[in-house]
């Protein structure tokens, strides 16, 4: 989520291009030098067998992927989304890999939660899975790590969702405890950080868990694209150069924002239907092959409108 919610941030850098000849030049300038420190290069041997999208002049499908680093232990993916946007209809499409999904891992020698897959391999690993499973490759990949989404959602003033359920949450020390009343409610970078995390008071578990995720990513676009948001864009900017990798270019960053902004207004998701199960007890979320085939068919849809 924290990655997702990253690239949301791009977006609202875009808007700051438009706010004016003189800020708009000192900006490009800070963006492209906070860019440059994001960009990473990632795995380009894509099988043939896989449908890859035009660079830049169609839609475009982005892994977006949040991760944590906990003290004593390896990084891991806590948030895998797949963003596909369209600009021909203007929408974009989200779902969310759930963190728990059992799938194969290269050079592992049985099946593991895709989110090790990123302690295995960093990002290259979660891309050859996703890629793999879900017959697409991806044209921009967009990895950020907690701190960097907290203090995007500070930088934009916080954001405000809609909580369906009352519930509490403690911190990773468990010094903290954060309470979230049922209703419209305001969050901070810290609150919005835990408000995403909760899952075992959920009835939904990880299911629920990824619904909070994407709807503060898309309460992140709409407050980034806002005025508010535009005012603090070059704070964003900051962070991100601090806390984001992307094969994104500079050249991309304004093309997609001139081109494909407007997608942002129409988001669609849906969720990886699948089961939880224990295994040498372990607990996994399994995915049926036609779940994946039926995501992959959806993103081809979406591409192809």
Do not use: C
């Not at 963003?83 to 963190?99: A, G, Q």
């Amino acid at each position: 989520m924290y990655k997702t919610v990253i690239v949301v941030s791009l977006t609202l850098l875009f808007t700051l291009l438009f706010t004016g000849a003189g800020y708009a030049f000192y900006l490009y300038h800070v963006t492209s030098a906070s860019v440059d420190n994001m960009n990473k290069e990632y795995r380009q041997d894509t099988p043939q067998d896989l449908q890859k999208t035009s660079s830049l002049r169609g839609a475009q499908l982005f892994l977006l992927i949040g991760t944590a680093d906990r003290p004593g232990e390896p990084a891991l993916a806590d948030v895998i989304m797949i963003m596909s946007i369209n600009p021909k209809d203007e929408s974009t499409m989200l779902f969310n890999i759930p963190r728990d999904t059992q799938v194969d891992i290269p050079g592992r020698p049985h099946k593991e939660k895709i989110n090790h897959a990123y302690s295995y391999g960093g990002a290259d690993f979660i891309q050859e899975i996703t890629e793999k499973k879900l017959g697409h490759s991806f044209d921009f990949i967009v990895e950020v790590d907690m701190d960097g989404f907290t203090e995007v959602v500070d930088a934009v003033g916080g954001i405000e969702v809609e909580n369906s359920f009352s519930f509490s949450q403690n911190n990773l020390t468990n010094s903290v405890t954060h309470h979230f009343e049922k209703g419209n409610i305001r969050l901070d970078g810290e609150e919005a950080l835990h408000y995403v995390r909760m899952r075992k008071q959920d009835p939904r578990g990880d299911l629920g868990r990824n619904e909070r995720q994407r709807q503060v990513l898309s309460a992140l676009l709409k407050k980034g694209t806002s005025l508010k948001g535009i005012l603090h864009s070059d704070d964003v900017v900051t962070i991100l150069g601090e806390r984001m990798k992307t094969n994104l270019t500079m050249s991309d960053i304004n093309t997609l924002f001139t081109d494909y902004r407007a997608s942002l207004n129409y988001i669609r998701t849906f969720e990886l239907e699948g089961k939880n199960e224990r295994h040498q007890d372990i607990s996994y979320y399994m995915v049926p092959t036609e779940e994946w085939t039926k995501a992959s068919l959806r993103i081809e849809n979406h591409q192809a409108k």
